[in-house]
T-cell receptor
Framework: NAGVTQTPKFQVLKTGQSMTLQCAQDMNHNSMYWYRQDPGMGLRLIYYSASEGTTDKGEVPNGYNVSRLNKREFSLRLESAAPSQTSVYFC??????????FGQGTRLTVV | SQKIEQNSEALNIQEGKTATLTCNYTNYSPAYLQWYRQDPGRGPVFLLLIRENEKEKRKERLKVTFDTTLKQSLFHITASQPADSATYLCALESNSGYSTLTFGKGTMLLVSP
């Protein structure tokens, strides 16, 4: 049972480049989330998906897009990376009223 | 605006003592409150969940209290060990609309031998 799998673990981008962070869960959860974590700021919600085919903005959605193509997978796309998007990104999945499971994180640096 | 506050200063305690961490919130009506542990370079790991109609929950050396009148949760680790050193995050799950988890910034706990 893998839980939540995120790829890649590390990435360096140049300003203006694009990339997609991948996330997959094997627990049949409806809800999936993307957070970013910055020093002193805690975990901030970027986007979430309550079910397959639906997505909603969180606290800090600007500069990001997401896709929930099926129940298992929820991807986060940076269309034109900026240095302000340097952060650690976490994907999570959860069933309402129960614990959330997190991936190992993606450490992204934009230079 | 909605706010979740955890003590930003690290908590330093000696091995064997009880650690108590605080989570206060404003402008929320949480259905559930959760506590997570996060080690450096890792994702958060779930510890305990308490529902709005529960006052206290225990799991081994961990205890959580939830006071919806005070809008506060206390997280206790009894007989603390150096291996308990980590950052502890409080998270609230809203009971309105879709289920989202909002996190506090976390409190670092350092347990010295």
């Amino acid at each position: 049972n893998a839980g939540v799998t995120q790829t890649p673990k590390f990435q360096v981008l140049k300003t203006g480049q694009s990339m997609t962070l991948q996330c997959a869960q094997d627990m049949n959860h409806n809800s999936m989330y993307w957070y970013r974590q910055d020093p002193g700021m805690g975990l901030r919600l970027i986007y979430y998906s309550a079910s397959e085919g639906t997505t909603d903005k969180g606290e800090v959605p600007n500069g990001y897009n997401v896709s929930r193509l099926n129940k298992r997978e929820f991807s986060l796309r940076l269309e034109s990376a900026a240095p302000s998007q340097t952060s650690v990104y976490f994907c999570a999945s959860m069933r309402e009223g129960t614990e959330a499971f997190f991936g190992q994180g993606t450490r992204l640096t934009v230079v | 605006s909605q706010k979740i506050e955890q003590n930003s200063e690290a908590l330093n305690i000696q091995e064997g003592k009880t650690a108590t961490l605080t989570c206060n919130y404003t402008n929320y009506s949480p259905a559930y409150l959760q506590w997570y542990r996060q080690d450096p370079g890792r994702g958060p790991v779930f510890l305990l969940l308490i529902r709005e109609n529960e006052k206290e929950k225990r799991k081994e050396r961990l205890k959580v209290t939830f006071d919806t009148t005070l809008k506060q949760s206390l997280f206790h680790i009894t007989a603390s060990q150096p291996a308990d050193s980590a950052t502890y995050l409080c998270a609230l799950e809203s009971n309105s609309g879709y289920s989202t988890l909002t996190f506090g910034k976390g409190t670092m706990l350092l347990v010295s031998p």
